[in-house]
């Protein structure tokens, strides 16, 4: 029976031959899309699992004097900042002859020289030196390997230093090994999240996809199977048949979109998804993810098969018989309805989310998008029946009314890809427009940096005096030195006020920076020379957004300072609009703070990137899945126009136009498509909104979802209906007056 299937799928005339051709183009696209999918995600998990060599997690000297037996050696880790990229610097001294060397060196590098990334070098070599290479002292000894980065575009460095320099640097450790664990990136689980949107968006209509091209033509197989039951073949037998027939294609498909696959599979290398290139030895598929495509496609193509002949049931007298088709229940969209209201209520009770019962609400909306799409499109269907009068609409809404499960199938995919997508485009540009609202601008253009790390609250005051002088030679920089309150713990606090204020600044400086309040004014009309305030908010804020909210620190009500004489500098804020030299005050400071300075606006677009990143994976799952859907729109489309070639040439024949013909089978099609991306997107904004209002970030600015969204949703429904068209030119041939003629 296995020979006798794969005869009546390769020689049964131009109908099968075309069949089978649908079924691999389809198949082939929804393989090449899935294994571009696992080959990024692989590459992404691979850079995630190398070994953290930059995790110092070491002792530090006692009293940063160095013990004479001590072996290994001495690191400072930090992050650096230029142009708008991370540099990743480590300075390492050797105390043995047993220190370690990280990934990608054959030796450490030693006093006065360094090793570079191929990115970092190739960047040294074409920068001003005052901006960047005056950072990183010494000659370049060679390049760093692969081993130790994530990817080609990774910035790092590693400066040999004496011990005795290592031991005055902020963050020194005494490193024996160097940590086997992978880093723990808190960027991570956005972009793990940006990937499961991927599994649930995608996977969904790549069934799909199969499904409906090992279906095609099931109508005329049907017949074809009552035939060979007629001449004695058993019901096994024809499962076996119809197995084969689907598996054939199926495989044929699959090895297709695997060849298609290795032919993109350099411009997938090129894919940005984390900001950065992989290697391209790492963007591919494992060995058994190639045998799972290749095996599960023809298995799950021969399961969906025997799935659609579930409904038939084929007697020996070759009489096919279908069981009615019983139509879609109001009841569908309850849990659809019961998931938004959940959002809308109870899981933001208070301000603040119930995860347990937002997880409920979400599987809810998801069962309920896939179970109301088939009544939402009968209902839909049965309305343009009622209310239009022109001949193409009227029959292809009684189609869709008659059957629109099927109809709805073909769309399904496309339902949860675009819900989740709705949902992230329309939450992320309200958090990026949140961490780019810095007090109306005022403190974009601002560097930071801070001096205090653990048991030290800043710089010297011979340091900090020394630092400052330095700073303000620059022309056109104003600067603001915030200080550490030595007595802040000898201050009694009031029962009815604040804390004592922790920090000091000079009302000078204050002037500068207006947007961070006002020095009070005595009696006599003359301001304070110095003001205490709670200027952790500026030292240490990670988020601009915050700093907005806060503001002013200071004014009226601060309490006065007596001096800012012997107290520790604790940070700096500097205002410069002068790029390059921002970027020379950065390597200035950068021998004096453990963090790269960064200017608020700098520290905002860190974190905007992060989303937009995330953002940008789940709407290129969107573009990807709604491919994929329009492959399974054409394959429906096209085992359409064979089951009813008969039909429409009758219809031909009996004076229907032949464009009334094409309008009916681009109607099928579109309403479904348009009728499911409707409904997802609308879900998503539903989902979107209480989440907006719970966060106080809906603004008029930030509540509709970026210019990619809308490119990518209306993009991906414009190409779906193109390729759709492209299937119109076939139906004047098949509708001609010979193939009325019954067999």
Same mark, same amino acid.
């Given at each position: 029976?296995?020979?006798?299937?794969?005869?009546?799928?390769?020689?049964?005339?131009?109908?099968?031959?075309?069949?089978?051709?649908?079924?691999?183009?389809?198949?082939?696209?929804?393989?090449? !899309?899935?294994?571009?999918?696992?080959?990024?995600?692989?590459?992404?998990?691979?850079?995630?699992?190398?070994?953290?060599?930059?995790?110092?997690?070491?002792?530090?000297?006692?009293?940063?004097?160095?013990?004479?037996?001590?072996?290994?050696?001495?690191?400072?880790?930090?992050?650096?900042?230029?142009?708008?990229?991370?540099?990743?610097?480590?300075?390492?001294a050797?105390?043995?002859?047993?220190a370690?060397?990280?990934?990608?060196?054959?030796?450490?590098?030693?006093?006065?020289?360094?090793?570079a990334?191929?990115?970092?070098?190739?960047?040294?070599?074409?920068?001003?030196?005052?901006?960047?290479?005056?950072?990183?002292?010494?000659?370049?000894?060679g390049l760093?390997?692969?081993?130790?980065?994530?990817?080609?575009?990774?910035?790092?460095?590693?400066?040999?230093?004496?011990?005795?320099?290592?031991?005055?640097?902020?963050? %020194?450790?005494?490193?024996?090994?160097?940590?086997?664990?992978?880093?723990?990136?808190?960027?991570?689980?956005?972009?793990?999240?940006?990937?499961?949107?991927?599994?649930?968006?995608?996977?969904?209509?790549?069934?799909?996809?199969?499904?409906?091209?090992?279906?095609?033509?099931?109508?005329?197989?049907?017949?074809?199977?009552?035939?060979?039951?007629?001449?004695?073949?058993?019901?096994?037998?024809?499962?076996?048949?119809?197995?084969?027939?689907?598996?054939?294609?199926?495989?044929?498909?699959?090895?297709?979109?695997?060849?298609?696959?290795?032919?993109?599979?350099?411009?997938?290398?090129?894919?940005?998804?984390?900001?950065?290139?992989?290697?391209?030895?790492?963007?591919?598929?494992?060995?058994?993810?190639?045998?799972?495509?290749?095996?599960?496609?023809?298995?799950?193509?021969?399961?969906?098969?025997?799935?659609?002949?579930?409904?038939?049931?084929?007697?020996?007298?070759?009489?096919?018989?279908?069981?009615a088709?019983?139509?879609?229940?109001a009841?569908?969209?309850?849990?659809?309805?019961?998931?938004?209201?959940?959002?809308?209520?109870?899981?933001?009770r208070?301000?603040?989310?119930?995860?347990?019962?937002?997880?409920?609400?979400?599987?809810?909306?998801?069962?309920g998008?896939?179970?109301?799409?088939?009544?939402?499109?009968?209902?839909?269907?049965?309305?343009?029946?009622?209310?239009?009068?022109?001949?193409?609409t009227?029959?292809?809404?009684?189609?869709?009314?008659?059957?629109?499960?099927?109809?709805?199938?073909? !769309?399904?995919?496309?339902?949860?890809?675009?819900?989740i997508?709705?949902?992230?485009?329309?939450?992320?540009?309200? !958090?990026?427009?949140?961490?780019?609202?810095?007090?109306?601008?005022?403190?974009?253009?601002?560097?930071?940096?801070?001096?205090?790390?653990?048991?030290?609250?800043?710089?010297?005051?011979?340091?900090?005096?020394?630092?400052?002088?330095?700073?303000?030679?620059?022309?056109?920089?104003?600067?603001?030195?915030?200080?550490?309150?030595?007595?802040?713990?000898?201050?009694?606090?009031?029962?009815?006020? @604040?804390?004592?204020?922790?920090?000091?600044?000079?009302? %000078?400086?204050?002037?500068?920076?207006?947007?961070?309040?006002?020095?009070?004014?005595?009696?006599?009309?003359?301001?304070?020379?110095?003001?205490?305030?709670?200027?952790?908010?500026?030292?240490? %804020?990670?988020n601009?957004?915050?700093?907005?909210?806060?503001?002013?620190?200071a004014?009226?009500?601060?309490? *006065?300072?007596?001096?800012?004489?012997?107290?520790?500098?604790?940070?700096?804020?500097?205002?410069?609009r002068?790029?390059?030299a921002?970027?020379?005050?950065?390597?200035?400071?950068?021998?004096?703070?453990?963090?790269?300075?960064?200017?608020?606006?700098?520290?905002?677009?860190?974190?905007?990137?992060?989303?937009?990143r995330?953002?940008?994976?789940?709407?290129?799952?969107?573009g990807?899945?709604?491919?994929?859907?329009?492959?399974?729109?054409?394959?429906?489309?096209?085992?359409?126009?064979?089951?009813?070639?008969?039909?429409?040439?009758?219809l031909?024949?009996?004076?229907?136009?032949?464009?009334?013909?094409?309008?009916?089978?681009?109607?099928?099609?579109?309403l *479904?498509?348009?009728?499911?991306?409707?409904?997802?997107?609308?879900?998503?904004?539903? !989902?979107?909104?209480?989440?907006?209002?719970?966060?106080?970030?809906?603004?008029?600015?930030?509540?509709? @979802?970026?210019?990619?969204?809308?490119?990518?949703?209306?993009?991906?429904l414009?190409?779906?209906?193109?390729?759709?068209?492209?299937?119109?030119?076939?139906?004047?041939?098949?509708?001609?007056?010979?193939?009325?003629?019954?067999?």
């Open positions: 029976m296995i020979r006798l299937g794969l005869r009546l799928s390769l020689s049964s005339g131009r109908e099968a031959a075309a069949r089978l051709a649908l079924i691999v183009a389809g198949v082939a696209a929804g393989v090449a !899309v899935l294994l571009a999918t696992l080959s990024l995600f692989n590459a992404f998990q691979t850079a995630g699992e190398r070994p953290c060599w930059e995790c110092v997690n070491g002792s530090a000297p006692s009293g940063w004097a160095l013990d004479a037996t001590a072996d290994g050696a001495l690191w400072s880790y930090r992050e650096d900042f230029y142009a708008g990229r991370t540099i990743r610097r480590l300075d390492a050797a105390l043995g002859t047993r370690p060397v990280i990934p990608g060196l054959s030796r450490m590098p030693g006093p006065g020289q360094y090793y990334s191929p990115a970092l070098a190739a960047l040294l070599d074409s920068g001003p030196r005052e901006e960047l290479s005056a950072r990183f002292p010494g000659t370049r000894a760093i390997g692969d081993a130790a980065l994530s990817g080609p575009d990774e910035l790092v460095i590693v400066v040999g230093r004496t011990p005795d320099q290592v031991a005055a640097m902020p963050g %020194a450790r005494q490193v024996d090994v160097i940590d086997a664990e992978p880093a723990a990136d808190d960027g991570a689980d956005v972009y793990r999240f940006g990937f499961a949107v991927a599994a649930v968006g995608l996977i969904v209509p790549l069934l799909v996809l199969v499904g409906t091209a090992t279906r095609l033509a099931a109508a005329r197989r049907e017949t074809r199977f009552a035939a060979i039951r007629l001449v004695g073949a058993t019901t096994r037998q024809i499962n076996v048949l119809a197995a084969v027939d689907a598996a054939l294609g199926a495989l044929a498909g699959a090895l297709a979109g695997l060849a298609i696959f290795q032919l993109v599979r350099p411009a997938v290398a090129g894919v940005r998804i984390t900001g950065a290139r992989f290697f391209p030895e790492l963007v591919a598929p494992q060995l058994w993810q190639y045998a799972a495509v290749l095996g599960g496609v023809p298995v799950a193509a021969a399961c969906a098969a025997l799935w659609s002949l579930r409904r038939v049931r084929i007697s020996p007298l070759g009489v096919a018989r279908r069981t088709v019983s139509p879609p229940r009841w569908r969209v309850i849990p659809l309805l019961a998931g938004l209201g959940l959002f809308a209520g109870p899981v933001y208070d301000g603040k989310p119930d995860e347990l019962l937002a997880v409920v609400a979400l599987a809810l909306i998801m069962i998008l896939m179970l109301a799409g088939p009544w939402l499109t009968m209902v839909a269907a049965r309305l343009a029946a009622r209310l239009t009068r022109g001949g193409a009227l029959l292809a809404a009684r189609r869709l009314a008659a059957d629109p499960k099927t109809a709805f199938r073909s !769309v399904s995919g496309l339902v949860l890809a675009v819900f997508g709705t949902t992230i485009a329309a939450l992320v540009p309200a !958090v990026v427009a949140g961490q780019q609202k810095v007090a109306g601008g005022a403190l974009n253009d601002v560097l930071g940096a801070s001096f205090a790390r653990p048991g030290v609250s800043g710089l010297s005051p011979r340091a900090g005096t020394e630092l400052l002088a330095r700073l303000r030679a620059r022309p056109g920089v104003a600067v603001l030195p915030i200080y550490a309150r030595a007595d802040v713990e000898k201050v009694p606090p009031r029962p009815d006020g @604040p804390p004592p204020a922790p920090y000091v600044v000079e009302c %000078a400086g204050l002037a500068r920076f207006p947007v961070l309040g006002r020095c009070p004014v005595n009696i006599d009309g003359r301001s304070a020379r110095a003001v205490a305030g709670n200027f952790a908010r500026i030292v240490g %804020a990670d601009p957004l915050t700093v907005d909210r806060l503001l002013p620190l004014g009226p009500a601060s309490p *006065p300072a007596s001096s800012t004489d012997g107290l520790d500098l604790a940070a700096v804020m500097i205002s410069t002068d790029l390059a921002l970027e020379r005050l950065r390597t200035l400071l950068a021998g004096y703070t453990v963090e790269a300075p960064m200017t608020f606006a700098e520290v905002a677009r860190v974190r905007a990137d992060l989303y937009v995330a953002e940008n994976i789940a709407l290129a799952v969107i990807l899945t709604l491919v994929a859907g329009a492959c399974g729109l054409v394959v429906a489309a096209g085992g359409g126009l064979v089951e009813r070639r008969r039909p429409f040439t009758l031909r024949l009996a004076g229907t136009p032949t464009r009334t013909l094409a309008a009916v089978v681009l109607l099928e099609s579109a *479904p498509l348009a009728l499911a991306a409707a409904l997802a997107a609308a879900a998503g904004f539903g !989902v979107a909104e209480p989440l907006l209002d719970a966060l106080a970030m809906k603004s008029a600015a930030s509540a509709m @979802p970026g210019p990619v969204y809308f490119a990518s949703l209306g993009g991906g414009a190409a779906s209906l193109l390729v759709i068209l492209t299937t119109l030119p076939l139906l004047r041939r098949m509708t001609a007056p010979d193939n009325a003629r019954f067999e």
